[in-house]
């Protein structure tokens, strides 16, 4: 591969309003990476960023380019070949430190490579005085112009030998050896391109197989719901067959048929949602925003869980101390009637007495 990632991050990335020039337009709708590439080829370090389909960073840098902190989480740096300047916005003010002092080293081995890449050139020794083409674009390939006659001074004719075939074979050699330079100048410039494509493919791939594993841990989360529902349920029926106060118990299990048809509802929310997200996989910034919600959801949901579970403890702990007033009070009444036994058996042992000396007579 031609050029290999150095640095990631994380940000938020802005370009500058062409027309105000002091305002900033967002270019990307949620926190992207913004990466270094070195092209160990060309030796030529760049910042991308890649957003959905499409690049909306390609900044070459180079030694005259300066990274500006605006901010405690913002920095800023212009590019004039793309004629442009952008912008970061960080989550933290250690990854704008992070990323500016890597601008830093970038910067300087941009410089580095350039002064080696000049070094070079002036060692060259160039057999022919031919005049460097001064377009290189990859729009389209001009033939570099023809040195003159007095290129070589009075011995020229040592070079170009008159009108022979073997002077114009000569000539186009190095015409076609200047197209195929100029050709191999444009070719890494095309295969970056085709790995940015290669990249957004791949970040893409991966963004829908985390969607998929996500859709499948949801569903298991659901079928875990739905069984508590069912547990809650049965708890219930248990509670209204053991309520002996049949007004407090009712309105109790009213509420937690409530809190079930809630809980009921929000897992149909959920298989709703799980079919939005399965039809909407082209769109992976969109999954990741909507996944977030879901969780929120989904952690209201368990602390509405642990709120019936409490709920139902307190109705357990109500339904024992009123069963255990019932036996206190049937205790209670049993003590009463033993007692009442043995008044009743008392007064009966009296009335006998009575009896017996109102029957005796009164002259014995």
């Known amino acids: 591969m031609l050029e290999q990632p150095i640095f990631s991050a994380r940000a938020h990335v802005f370009q500058i309003d ?89 910067k300087e081995a941009a410089r580095l490579a350039r002064e080696k890449s000049q070094d070079k050139i002036e060692l060259t020794n160039p057999a022919l005085d031919i005049a460097a083409p001064q377009d290189l674009s990859c729009g389209g390939l001009h033939s570099p112009p023809l040195p003159p006659a007095s290129a070589n001074g009075p011995g020229g004719q040592k070079l170009y030998r008159g009108e022979s075939s073997d002077g114009e074979g000569v000539l186009d050699g190095i015409r076609l050896k200047a197209m195929f330079s100029q050709s191999s100048v444009c070719e890494p410039q095309w295969e970056m391109e085709l790995f940015g494509l290669q990249e957004s493919n791949a970040k893409l791939v991966q963004a829908l197989h985390e969607s998929n594993v996500n859709v499948e841990q949801w569903k298991k989360q659901l079928s875990a719901y739905k069984e508590e529902t069912e547990k809650l349920r049965e708890r219930v029926t248990e509670l209204e067959l053991q309520g002996e106060d049949a007004n407090t118990v009712a309105t109790q299990n009213t509420d ?74 049937r205790a209670d009444a049993h003590r009463l009637l033993e007692i009442l036994d043995i008044k009743l058996y008392e007064l009966n042992d009296l009335r006998q007495n009575l009896a017996k000396l109102a029957e005796r007579d009164p002259k014995s």
């Open 18 to 106: 062409p027309a105000t020039k002091r305002n900033w337009i967002p270019a990307s709708k949620h926190a992207v990476t913004v990466s270094y590439f070195y092209d160990s080829n060309r030796n030529v370090y760049r910042i991308i960023s890649v957003g959905g389909t499409k690049a909306i960073i390609n900044s070459t840098i180079t030694p005259n380019m300066s990274f500006t902190k605006t901010s405690q989480k913002f920095g800023q740096w212009a590019d004039s070949r793309a004629n442009t300047v952008y912008g970061l916005g960080f989550s933290s003010e250690q990854q704008l430190a992070q990323f500016a002092e890597k601008f830093q080293e970038v």
């Open 256 to 329: 937690l048929s409530q809190s079930v048809e809630e809980l009921e509802t929000l897992l149909k929310e959920k298989e709703e949602e799980i079919h939005l997200l399965r039809s909407q996989k082209s769109d992976v910034n969109e999954i990741e925003s909507d996944r977030e919600e879901a969780l929120l959801r989904l952690q209201a949901v368990e602390r509405r869980n642990v709120e019936l579970e409490q709920q139902l403890r307190e109705a357990e702990e109500t339904l024992g101390e009123r069963l255990g007033e019932g036996e206190r009070v």
